[in-house]
């Protein structure tokens, strides 16, 4: 598939079969996160490849469920995806010279650095016709802890990865006259 065909394609996927994944094809996708740009080439992204059943249900359980408000609508797929894969980020290393000291006004620019590996993966992962969606509103603390991540890595993100069973419509985007602008902020 080609790069352009794969940014236009891509959906979030929330329902998915219960075909395995194999190892080579999960390597496919790490990969391709491996291959992300970085700050200065820090790479301060880690993967957890999680196919235990007992740790998918743990995570799941850390996935926002709030008393008649919201509750993450990706809770079921997490919990019966062949495979998730966990995010983190080493802390202190990206946005930073090497004694550690922050370089620019936004500070560590971890966040950046992981969200640009997880964009490779989902879109390989899309490539090789399989389904992701990204999340974001779980407790990552607890998700650390469960996940035995060390205190200077940051868990940031997770997204499980299976075969899609559905093939939802594309959400609407703003349009580029709202959000491009010509030589000056705010300049149509
Ligand atoms: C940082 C981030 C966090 C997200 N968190 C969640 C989440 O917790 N649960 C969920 O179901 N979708 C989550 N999503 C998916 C978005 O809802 C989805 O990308 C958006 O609605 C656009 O749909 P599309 O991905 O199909 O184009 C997240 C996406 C991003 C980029």
């Not at 650095?113 to 999340?135: K, W």
């Not at 060390?150 to 868990?155: A, E, F, I, T």
């Amino acid at each position: 598939m080609e790069a352009l065909e794969a940014i236009e394609t891509r959906r979030s996927i929330r329902k998915y079969k219960s075909d395995p994944i194999d190892d080579k094809t999960v390597e496919l996708v790490l990969e391709a996160g491996r291959r992300a740009p970085s700050w200065a080439n820090t790479q301060c992204w880690r993967f957890i490849v999680v196919r235990d059943n007992k740790m998918k249900a743990k995570v799941a359980d850390t996935l926002f469920k709030r008393p008649g408000g919201f509750e993450n609508p990706a809770t079921e797929a997490v919990n019966t995806v062949p495979v998730l894969i966990i995010v983190c980020a080493q802390m202190g290393k990206s946005g930073c010279r090497p004694d550690g000291e922050i370089v620019t006004e936004k500070g560590d620019w971890y966040m950046f650095d992981t969200a640009l590996a997880v964009q490779n993966m989902v879109l390989a992962a899309h490539a090789l016709g399989l389904g992701t969606v990204i999340l974001g509103a779980f407790d990552a603390p607890r998700a650390a802890e469960i996940l035995g991540v060390p205190d200077d890595y940051s868990l940031i993100t997770l997204f499980p990865l299976g075969y899609p069973d559905e093939d939802p419509e594309p959400r609407p985007r703003k349009e580029l006259d709202e959000i491009v602008f010509r030589d000056k902020f705010g300049v149509k």
